[in-house]
């Protein structure tokens, strides 16, 4: 119902804010999820980027979508006042659409198209909130921590870079489909003893979404939502060398600019590779996966970490903070994860990763320890775990306030 120009309804509105990578929309589904099993009656407004990936996730919720479009920082002068113009216009994009239907919750997600919605829910006095699942955080995610009521950060050693009572630490949100079942199939219940890498266990998978040779041991080599031409590069350098090894298979994940060239590459050598430049089912690879070969965003380790999968991990070399280097030693010092620096010269990637990657391949103990000890520093309930604290906050906030709400909240993660 819509009164003096407001949407007047007693089922909670949340709003989630951030896009441009699949890390930053993903965990935000998941935790609407969450919320949604908890409050059916919930609706939900997703203020995304002008990114095509925001339209091919976003395409598919249920839930209203809002394209911010953007421009991205830059130290070029002369593309400054074109930037504060979108980003204001942004900015008042959102505010109006808060105006007609005020939120019960907003949550930033990471990226600069979360800044214009949480920086207006703050003005407005909405509750508010940030995910930050990697463990050094973002620029943007810098600038909002001290405006936000809290921050859910996935590692403790962002502590150390957020100062403040309101860092939550509870994991990074994955979706339901990662999280781990309680018979086999495939997934690493956290504290199992061993993880089920045995054909006979693959073979009784319902699904074979891939097509893969189930008496096989798989490799997944992904680049996440977009691919990684480095990466794609350094495996295409290597991959005579994996068709060698006749029990083991490739499942590579090029993003689309690099589908055509690899799939070619592989059908020269004859190796058993089965090539996909997207997927949205990556639960399912992830699960057919006996070795994983990755970039270390956030997301992703926490994907890896529900299900319990050992993996090499080549850190993103682009970034000037290098947040996927420290992303991936959470992984490497729990001992589940070898990291590769990622040379962005094929010649040089390639050799070290097959020096990573031999060993591992041969050693079935290796692997089944590495995947132990992924799983044991999993928090596959992460998105239960905020969306549970986000509807505490929201009733707390709309009924006494800001600061009763937020030292409520603070004190129950003691």
């Known amino acids: 119902m819509i009164a003096n120009g407001r949407i007047e309804a007693h089922s909670p509105s949340f709003c989630f804010a951030g896009g441009g990578t699949g890390g930053h929309l993903y965990p935000a589904l998941a935790v609407a999820e969450a919320i949604r099993r908890r409050r059916p009656d919930a609706r939900f ?10 339209s091919r996730i976003l395409g598919q919720v249920k839930g209203e979508t809002v394209c911010q479009v953007l421009d991205p920082l830059s130290l070029r002068p002369w593309r400054w006042p074109r930037i504060y113009s979108r980003f204001r216009s942004a900015k008042e994009l959102c505010r109006e659409h808060f105006i007609v239907d005020r939120p019960a919750m907003v949550v930033g997600t990471g990226g600069l198209a979360s800044v214009p919605a949480v920086l207006a829910a703050a003005e407005a006095g909405v509750a ?5 699942p990697d463990a050094v955080p973002g620029r943007a995610n810098r600038y909002l921590a001290s405006k936000v009521d809290a921050v859910f950060a996935q590692w403790d050693v962002t502590r150390k870079f957020l100062s403040r009572l309101n860092v939550i630490v509870c994991g990074c949100p994955v979706r339901p489909e990662f999280r781990p079942p309680d018979s086999a199939g495939g997934f690493v219940a956290v504290g199992c003893e061993m993880p089920h890498f045995d054909s006979e266990a693959r073979q009784s998978r319902e699904i074979n979404p891939f097509g893969l040779d189930q008496t096989r041991r798989t490799v997944l080599i992904t680049g996440a939502s977009q691919g990684a031409r480095t990466i794609n590069d350094a495996v295409v350098s290597i991959a005579d060398r994996i068709a060698g090894l006749h029990n083991w298979q490739i499942l590579h994940l ?25 997927t949205d089912q990556m639960a399912a690879a992830l699960a057919d996966a006996d070795v994983v070969i990755s970039r270390a965003g956030a997301s992703t380790l926490a994907e890896l ?3 319990g999968r050992p993996s090499i991990l080549l850190p993103y070399p ?21 990291i590769v620096r990622d040379s962005v010269d094929a010649d040089k990637t390639g050799p070290a990763l097959w020096a990573a990657l031999e060993p591992l391949l041969s050693d079935d103990r290796r692997r089944a320890t590495m995947a132990r000890s992924a799983a ?3 928090r596959p309930d992460a998105a239960e775990s905020i969306a549970d604290r986000l509807l505490q906050m929201s009733g707390r906030m709309n009924a006494t306030g800001h600061g009763e709400a937020l030292k409520a909240t603070c004190s129950a993660t003691r």
Not at 326 to 332: P, Y
């Open 45 to 54: 407004t997703f203020f995304g980027s002008n990114r095509s990936i925001d």
């Open 376 to 378: 044991s520093i999993g």
């Open 128 to 132: 508010t909130a940030i995910l930050n």
């Open 305 to 307: 970490t529900a299900i």
């Open 318 to 338: 682009y970034h000037r903070d290098q947040h996927q280097l420290a992303n991936a030693r959470c992984l490497a010092d729990a001992g589940a994860a070898t």
């Open 254 to 278: 090029t993003g689309e600019q690099d589908y055509a060239r690899v799939r070619r590459r592989y059908a020269e050598i004859g190796a058993s590779a089965v090539v996909i430049a997207y």
